[in-house]
């Protein structure tokens, strides 16, 4: 399996409802980043959090990093139907940035209106 | 301030053919990334510019892709001869700095290529 895996692959709920987007990976990180993409569009950068790092929030995301289970957690709250996109997570797993990133194949999240 | 970008955003060609993508990363932005998307895979990394000199290029596929960053502004990469399997979306990233733990990387919209 790839460094980088979201979970699950594909996640319907209401408007109004938080959506929460799992994913794991394999070695020894930098960071771990999450981003979104619109269908069609680019990657928007959501959240980086590092890996000394627990918890960070911005706006209605929560992003949850457990070095020990190699996982993180992208919770989105009070989804709106504008949130409906592929959500990615991608670990930095170098030194210095010389790797670049590795991205898992994503969740695409649909909120239903 | 203007984000990344690239040019062009689609392109259709023939198997043989030579194309040539172009990133623009955000300015100041030392480090520049080429990532590509094939159909039904995960985003790959491809390689890694800081300023004009390749960082890491552990990514490319073959050396049918060239990429340059001349001046250590503007990149370049072209495929030629163009394969039916380099159809896919280009992405271009940036990042203003380079350190041990690593910098948040800004993508642009991407090259979607197809290669008939």
């Known amino acids: 399996s790839q460094q980088g895996e979201e979970d699950p692959q594909a996640l319907s709920i209401q408007e109004g409802e938080n959506a929460t987007m799992n994913c794991s990976y394999k070695?020894?990180?930098?960071?771990l980043q999450w981003y979104r993409q619109n269908s069609g569009r680019g990657l928007v950068h959501l959240i980086l959090i590092r890996s000394n790092e627990r918890e960070k929030h911005s706006g209605r995301l929560r992003v949850t990093l457990d070095t020990s289970k190699k996982s993180s957690s992208l919770l989105i709250t009070a989804s709106r139907a504008a949130d409906t996109a592929s959500y990615f997570c991608?670990?930095?797993?170098?030194?210095?940035?010389?790797?670049?990133?590795?991205f898992g194949k994503g969740t695409h999240l649909i909120i239903q209106p | 301030e203007a984000g990344v970008t690239q040019f062009p955003s689609h392109s259709v060609i023939e198997k043989g053919q030579t194309v040539t993508l172009r990133c623009d990363p955000i300015s100041g932005h030392d480090n520049l990334y080429w990532y590509r998307r094939v159909m039904g895979k995960e985003i790959k990394f491809l390689l890694h510019f800081v300023k004009e000199s390749k960082q890491d290029e552990s990514g490319m596929p073959n050396n049918r892709f060239l990429a340059e960053r001349t001046g250590g502004t503007y990149s370049t990469l072209k495929v030629q001869p163009a394969e039916l399997e380099d159809s896919g979306v280009y992405f271009c990233?940036?990042?203003?700095?380079?350190?041990?733990?690593?910098?948040?990387?800004?993508f642009g919209p991407g090259t979607r290529l197809l290669v008939l």
């Open positions: 991608a670990t930095d797993t170098s030194g210095g940035g010389a790797d670049g990133l590795t």
């Open positions: 070695t020894s990180i930098n960071n």
């Open positions: 990233a940036s990042s203003q700095v380079w350190g041990p733990r690593g910098e948040t990387q800004y």
